[in-house]
């Protein structure tokens, strides 16, 4: 168990309280034992204990991220990701099924509950299948899944388009009390759309795809959703018709969350340039205008969810012309520092962003993570919001590099990171 310790002199991040304010907290055993303005250098915790001077940098929850795709169950890509979450807060993470091989079977799920933590060291949690084989065909079995371990149910980048299957995927997941994620798009409205469809598509000569795809499929989505009464979370949303969507569905009382990809908040259809393929994404990258609606989204509370979309590719996979190279990015190690973006440019204050990031997606998965209160598994990180550093492929702890962010300065980057009460990651160590 962890030796008692007095962290002081700390910027507290509340994100239930939404406070922002200086203080400290006490651990032991694992647990936080006491925290809040009243702990100083001077606190008498009773016994002996080892006293940190936080410098005023920010102590909050650790991140909890709801979307991240690994490519296997082995222990060497448990301990990467594990490590590449670390580097970059994340104290908790729920894994998607699509690996190899497909997180569908019972014994699956039982196997990664059963070790991922002693492997990857954070707190490692699975979704299982929603369909068999990921295919949309028909429906996995969720009661028997979610017995074993599950948390919840998605296809990952994967859509169910049959509105039957789904109006019943909702309905046995409501009788089971659990959650389905799904991605949103339509596929033959997408076609073979790379990226977002407007006149800058046009002037690369790239095929595009419309917002529409997106949204018309939400739209089934949020209906089914209020019909059944079913607990649905829309994984990414990334354009202004969705947001509306979201908010209509939550003003007629529906049990929906949305959540968005830091690349579509941080991130538009410019950024991609001359055909850079980091940037091949899923949503794709939209217009600002579409981008400054995430952020308000976020603002305002409508939007719950920040998410990396950590996407690990390989190498070869990206290195082919734009329309022809893998989707995804990775994002755990900048998930962060490229979200205090919001924090130094967009008007988002702190104890908003660290509740998309951490309490919201906590809730919404049912783990007692995401927040620091007595009792509570200190888990926690320490983050310089003013450190800039530049992103280097080379620098990454992830085996794979794709990140959209690559030569680009984030401002604000995680110091130490704490699970159990015991420090896991240390910014130059």
């Given amino acids: 168990m962890s030796k008692h310790k007095i962290f002081y002199n700390a910027r ?3 994100p239930v309280e939404m406070t922002d304010s200086t203080g400290g907290i006490y651990i032991g055993d694992g647990k936080v034992l006491d925290i809040g303005n009243h702990i100083t250098r001077d606190y008498d915790a009773k016994i002996a ?3 940190i001077d936080v410098k005023g940098k920010i102590l909050a929850p650790g991140l909890v991220d709801m979307r991240v795709f690994m490519n296997g169950v082995g222990n060497q890509t448990l301990k990467n990701t594990g490590a590449s979450a670390a580097a970059g807060g994340v104290t908790s993470l729920m894994s998607m099924p699509n690996s190899e091989p497909i997180i569908e079977d019972i014994a699956l799920v039982e196997y990664i509950n059963g070790r991922s933590k002693t492997v990857s060291g954070i707190n490692l949690y699975t979704s299982a299948a929603l369909t068999q084989g990921l295919e949309g065909k028909q429906m996995a079995e969720i009661g028997l899944l979610k017995k074993a371990g599950a948390i919840a149910f998605t296809d990952g980048r994967k859509s169910v388009q049959n509105s039957m299957l789904f109006k019943r995927l909702l309905e046995y997941a409501k009788s089971h009390d659990a959650l389905i994620i799904h991605d949103v798009e339509d596929e033959d409205l997408a076609g073979d759309g790379v990226m977002n469809e407007g006149l800058f598509a046009s002037r690369l000569g790239l095929p595009s795809k419309p917002k529409i795809a997106e949204t018309i499929l939400l739209e089934r989505d949020l209906a089914l959703a209020s019909l059944t009464k079913a607990k ?3 994984s990414q949303i990334s354009c202004v018709e969705s947001l509306n969507a979201v908010k209509r569905a939550k003003n007629e009382n ?7 990809s830091i690349n579509n908040l941080t991130l ?7 055909y850079r393929s980091f940037l091949r994404l899923e949503p794709p990258l939209r217009s600002e205008d579409d981008r400054m609606a995430m952020v308000e989204g976020i603002k305002n509370g409508d939007i719950d969810v920040i998410v990396s979309s950590h996407d690990p590719q390989d190498p070869d996979g990206k290195r082919h012309p734009f329309a022809d190279a893998a989707v995804g990015a990775v994002g755990l190690e900048t998930l962060l520092s490229a979200a205090l973006r919001l924090y130094h440019s967009e008007g988002v204050d702190l104890p908003t962003l660290w509740r998309a990031l951490s309490y919201n997606p906590a809730q919404i998965l049912g783990l007692d993570v995401g927040h ?3 009792g509570s598994p200190a888990d926690f990180i320490i983050v310089d919001a003013e450190h800039s550093w530049k992103v280097e492929r080379t620098e990454l702890k992830s085996q794979s590099t794709n990140t959209p962010f690559e030569n680009r300065i984030l401002q604000g980057k995680v110091l130490a990171t704490y699970i159990d009460g ?3 990651f240390e910014l130059g160590n």
């Fill in 232 to 234: 649905y979370h829309v």
């Fill in 254 to 260: 529906a049990p929906i969350t949305a959540g968005v």
């Fill in 12 to 14: 507290l991040i509340d």
């Fill in 372 to 374: 620091l209160k007595t």
């Fill in 268 to 274: 538009n259809e410019f950024d991609i340039g001359e």
């Fill in 49 to 51: 204990v080892e006293y």
């Fill in 422 to 424: 015991r420090k896991i």
